[in-house]
């Protein structure tokens, strides 16, 4: 077991099996590898990746899919090796979060850029930047309705 003392939530412990290690780190944050997965309400979308090795350092996330249906994309052979992924059981992808508060209204994006692509079964996870797309690091949040519940996607690689 690990403890961590974090900037949002204080002391945290966090039990090894729930470790979730990017083995090159995420850009801009290659010196942390290790992150764990906080998921503090059912009744809300969103998710924290929280440091293991850095208690100020987290991340907002999301499943694209509750927001953007359509988001597809391919992932390469290369990320598939490095995360061990053989079947689609084997990905999760999340999309980082910004809340701009410097603009004043507020406004949420998400990064459909460079997802975090995940396989939770070996809890191993990658931020994998997309080529040769239109998707952008800052797609403004919007949430579909369907017969009052969210409607969530599933991921295809």
């Known amino acids: 077991m690990v403890k961590q003392e974090t900037l949002h939530f204080g002391e945290i412990e966090i039990q090894e099996d729930q470790i979730i290690h990017f083995p090159s780190g995420m850009p801009g944050f290659e010196d942390y590898s290790r992150f764990v997965l906080l998921h503090l309400d059912d009744e809300i979308p969103f998710s924290y990746l929280q440091s293991v090795d850095d208690g100020n350092i987290s991340f907002i996330i999301a499943n694209p899919f509750t927001f953007y249906p ?22 999760m992808v999340f999309g980082i979060i910004t809340v701009h508060q410097q603009s004043g209204d507020g406004e949420i994006t998400m990064n459909l850029l460079a997802p975090i ?41």
């Open 117 to 157: 692509v995940m396989n939770p079964k070996l809890r191993k996870a990658k931020q994998v930047v997309l080529h040769d797309t239109a998707y952008k690091t800052k797609h403004k949040l919007t949430v579909l309705q369907d017969e009052g519940n969210v409607r969530e996607g599933e991921p295809s690689c």
């Open 70 to 91: 359509e988001y597809e994309f391919e992932l390469s052979q290369i990320a598939k090796d490095e995360l061990d992924i053989k079947s689609e059981e084997d990905v």
